[in-house]
């Protein structure tokens, strides 16, 4: 049986890792950030020591019924956090931190605290050094809403589809509407930063209006 110690170290060590990677996300002004990352580590940790402890109090043959069950359960948490960024490209991040989180929190709990303290460095150097490496060579793709108002509907519509051609970027739901006495030019797109910059730098002019929104239901 574990003592108090033991329990309050491994406890410890489990909200430690999980505030580190937490802080990550604050700063990136990503979900799940330092609170949330503690708790789930913190949760599944206690999670863990619970199974174990239960078992062999009650004389359970199978010490690891509650904590199979953790798998599961945090797959709820990270589907929340997908759904709550609809349009955005870190939705899938965030759920896949938050479930490497809960298997960070169960090592802890089981006292494996090196596997759990490197768990955390590779979590962070792919948070942190991939993240970087994907934004700085323009890895990135997103979907995103062009729309361009302007009197010259036709023009437009035209030289949207040659740029457009010219990247080789494939556009969704291409329509031209009107609204009063301007005409509507819009488009959804997968796009990376610069494609995004240069397909606004371009076609922002005088007398047309480029707005540029999130794909709604589009999840990394």
Request: proline share 2%; hydrophobic share 50%.
């Given at each position: 049986?574990?003592?108090?110690?033991?329990?309050?170290?491994?406890?410890?060590?489990?909200?430690?890792?999980?505030?580190?990677?937490?802080?990550?996300?604050?700063?990136?002004?990503?979900?799940?950030?330092?609170?949330?990352?503690?708790?789930?580590?913190?949760?599944?940790?206690?999670?863990?020591?619970?199974?174990?402890?239960?078992?062999?109090?009650?004389?359970?043959?199978s010490g690891t019924?509650?904590?199979?069950?953790?798998?599961?359960?945090?797959?709820?948490?990270?589907?929340?956090?997908i759904l709550k960024?609809?349009?955005?490209?870190?939705?899938?991040?965030?759920?896949?931190?938050?479930?490497?989180?809960?298997?960070?929190?169960?090592?802890a709990g089981g006292?494996?605290?090196?596997?759990?303290?490197?768990?955390?460095?590779?979590?962070?150097?792919?948070?942190?050094?991939?993240?970087?490496?994907?934004?700085?060579?323009?890895?990135?793709?997103?979907?995103?809403?062009?729309?361009?108002?302007?009197?010259?509907?036709?023009?437009?519509?035209?030289?949207?589809?040659?740029?457009?051609?010219?990247?080789?970027?494939?556009?969704?739901?291409?329509?031209?509407?009107?609204?009063?006495?301007?005409?509507?030019?819009?488009?959804?797109?997968?796009?990376?930063?610069?494609?995004?910059?240069?397909?606004?730098?371009?076609?922002?002019?005088?007398?047309?209006?480029?707005?540029?929104?999130?794909?709604?239901?589009?999840?990394?």
């Amino acid at each position: 049986m574990l003592t108090l110690r033991q329990i309050v170290l491994r406890l410890t060590v489990a909200a430690v890792l999980g505030a580190v990677i937490g802080t990550e996300r604050d700063l990136r002004r990503r979900p799940a950030g330092m609170r949330t990352s503690l708790f789930v580590c913190l949760a599944t940790a206690l999670f863990t020591i619970l199974s174990q402890e239960l078992a062999r109090l009650f004389g359970d043959t199978s010490g690891t019924r509650i904590a199979s069950n953790i798998v599961q359960g945090i797959g709820f948490l990270g589907a929340g956090a997908i759904l709550k960024e609809a349009g955005g490209r870190v939705g899938m991040t965030t759920a896949a931190t938050i479930f490497v989180e809960a298997a960070i929190g169960m090592a802890a709990g089981g006292g494996l605290y090196a596997v759990a303290t490197y768990t955390t460095a590779l979590v962070l150097f792919g948070l942190v050094c991939l993240g970087w490496v994907a934004e700085r060579f323009d890895l990135k793709c997103r979907p995103v809403v062009f729309r361009f108002t302007t009197s010259h509907a036709d023009n437009v519509a035209t030289e949207v589809q040659r740029l457009m051609a010219q990247l080789k970027v494939p556009m969704q739901h291409f329509r031209v509407s009107m609204a009063g006495g301007n005409s509507i030019v819009e488009f959804e797109s997968v796009v990376s930063h610069t494609q995004q910059e240069r397909i606004v730098n371009q076609l922002n002019r005088q007398g047309v209006l480029t707005e540029v929104a999130p794909a709604e239901g589009r999840h990394e």
